[in-house]
């Protein structure tokens, strides 16, 4: 007894030197104090911080500067959309892409497709995705990494552009028209969470049954019913999807020229019909890894039956050339970014001098691209669409036109990103097979990394 009792002391010693050491201690405070010189322009600077907004007083005078918007190449394109208060970027700028090459192609005036149909069958995939899941790892302790990452991250509204090319390869496409926006489309949080509670409940009770006995029939049986519920949730919150509808064409000059039935599928078909699953190659700048690696992050998909997110990691200028080629050709590309870094709202711009924190707070931030991936201090948050590139007499970009989604603004709706910031914060870009050399399609050939679904490089994009 006295054994147990003096190592539960020494142990409750040791824990109260661990807890001591490397503390801040009296002495350690009374230096920070003494570092913060406190004089009349400190005060000064103190009161301006307290009282306004940071960026207000850390943005530049550069920043302030008219900015010109124009670029030497850019693609044709009408009209801006806007996800509101929803995390369909990703869905967003897919569609847009598509919609700019209907309308150079077909002669139309304006098209908008709707996001919120897309946006249905990807809720009820992913449901599905994350109930199969569950199923398919029945065994495992709850414990267990990949069970754990499942009850993590249930579903969410956000996603990459392999969901898309699935989503709208398996369903098709539809105008706006024919299936709106709603109140919970356009706003998903709450939505979003409802689901992810009730896939949850659902998830512990396959489990359950699993450990008492019930086989893979019965599982997949509980699980339709359950997916049933999904769809019930969605259909109130969404609209049922339409399985056809009618569509009255006109071309540019407003004239009507076509007025027909179609199907999601047919109409996708019939105006699109681009081989999204096989005619798009995603492109990573990501220097924390190697170069012309290709990799593929392990469940990052929107459906069961689906594509891993795969990609191959190509140093940033390589990337440029292939944007370059496809915008001089007139077409759009799915881009991504972490766009919150060093963005301006008011004059729309995405560049490094915007801001000068480290003049404001007297301290130094800088870090390269690498280390703010490895420290989470940057990530890819949102996907546009690249449609435009000004390229100086030398043929080298100084800046690019980015098609948002978040409704009018500066720029028309539009962001410009100087060359320098595309450097530190582009990470993806979707761009078609003949825009890239033969040395660079030729990496596909390899066997992918398989990376894990928690890997620091995995984030839903919004």
């Known amino acids: 007894m006295r054994t147990i009792l003096t190592s539960l002391l020494l142990l409750g010693a040791g824990s109260l030197c661990a807890q001591t050491t490397g503390g801040i201690s009296a002495e350690n405070l009374g230096q920070l104090r003494r570092s913060y010189n406190n004089e009349a322009s400190t005060r000064a600077l103190q009161n301006a911080i307290a009282s306004t907004d940071i960026n207000t007083l850390a943005r530049s005078a550069h920043a302030r500067l008219g900015v010109d918007a124009e670029v030497s190449h850019r693609v044709p394109s009408k009209g801006i959309t806007n996800q509101k208060s929803s995390g369909?970027?990703?869905?967003?700028?897919?569609?847009?892409?598509?919609?700019?090459?209907?309308?150079?192609?077909?002669?139309?005036?304006?098209?908008?497709?709707?996001?919120?149909?897309?946006?249905?069958?990807?809720?009820?995939?992913?449901?599905?995705?994350?109930?199969?899941?569950?199923?398919?790892?029945?065994?495992?302790?709850?414990?267990?990494?990949?069970?754990?990452?499942?009850?993590?991250?249930?579903?969410?509204?956000?996603?990459?552009?392999?969901?898309?090319?699935?989503?709208?390869?398996?369903?098709?496409?539809?105008?706006?028209?024919?299936?709106?926006?709603?109140?919970?489309?356009?706003?998903?949080?709450?939505?979003?969470?409802?689901?992810?509670?009730?896939?949850?409940?659902?998830?512990?009770?396959?489990?359950?049954?699993?450990?008492?006995?019930?086989?893979?029939?019965?599982?997949?049986?509980?699980?339709?019913?359950?997916?049933?519920?999904?769809?019930?949730?969605?259909?109130?919150?969404?609209?049922?999807?339409?399985?056809?509808?009618?569509?009255?064409?006109?071309?540019?000059?407003?004239?009507?020229?076509?007025?027909?039935?179609?199907?999601?599928?047919?109409?996708?078909?019939?105006?699109?019909?681009?081989?999204?699953?096989?005619?798009?190659?995603?492109?990573?700048?990501?220097?924390?890894?190697?170069?012309?690696?290709?990799?593929?992050?392990?469940?990052?998909?929107?459906?069961?039956?689906?594509?891993n997110w795969r990609y191959i990691n190509l140093p940033v200028d390589e990337i440029k050339a292939a944007a370059i080629a496809s915008i001089k050709d007139s077409t759009a590309m799915y881009f991504s970014c972490d766009v919150g870094k060093q963005m301006d709202r008011t004059n729309g711009t995405l560049d490094l001098d915007n801001y000068d924190y480290e003049a404001l707070m007297g301290v130094s931030l800088d870090m390269d691209k690498r280390d703010r991936i490895l420290s989470h201090a940057s990530a890819s948050t949102h996907a546009m669409t690249l449609v435009g590139v000004d390229l100086d007499a030398n043929g080298k970009p100084a800046s690019w036109l980015i098609e948002n989604s978040w409704g009018p603004g500066a720029n028309d709706g539009h962001l410009l990103a100087t060359d320098n910031w595309m450097d530190e914060y582009m990470f993806r870009l979707v761009v078609e097979r003949k825009y890239l050399p033969e040395a660079t399609l030729k990496l596909l050939e390899q066997k992918p990394q398989m990376l894990p679904a928690w890997d620091f490089m995995f984030i839903n994009e919004e």
């Open 88 to 307: 369909r970027c990703w869905l967003f700028t897919g569609l847009n892409v598509l919609r700019a090459q209907a309308m150079k192609n077909h002669d139309l005036p304006m098209l908008e497709l709707s996001q919120n149909y897309n946006f249905f069958y990807d809720q009820l995939e992913k449901a599905n995705l994350f109930l199969q899941g569950i199923i398919d790892r029945v065994d495992l302790p709850l414990d267990d990494r990949m069970v754990d990452w499942l009850f993590m991250n249930p579903l969410s509204d956000g996603g990459q552009f392999t969901g898309l090319a699935d989503n709208v390869s398996k369903y098709g496409v539809v105008p706006r028209e024919a299936m709106p926006e709603t109140y919970s489309s356009e706003n998903t949080s709450r939505l979003r969470q409802l689901l992810s509670t009730k896939l949850r409940r659902d998830g512990m009770e396959l489990r359950r049954m699993a450990a008492g006995g019930a086989k893979a029939k019965a599982l997949d049986e509980r699980k339709q019913q359950m997916l049933a519920d999904v769809y019930r949730m969605l259909a109130l919150t969404l609209g049922e999807p339409p399985t056809e509808f009618t569509w009255k064409r006109k071309d540019s000059k407003g004239n009507t020229v076509d007025c027909r039935k179609y199907t999601p599928q047919e109409f996708y078909a019939e105006y699109f019909g681009n081989d999204l699953k096989g005619n798009y190659v995603m492109l990573m700048n990501d220097p924390s890894r190697p170069y012309y690696k290709v990799y593929e992050i392990d469940y990052d998909r929107h459906t069961y039956d689906g594509d």
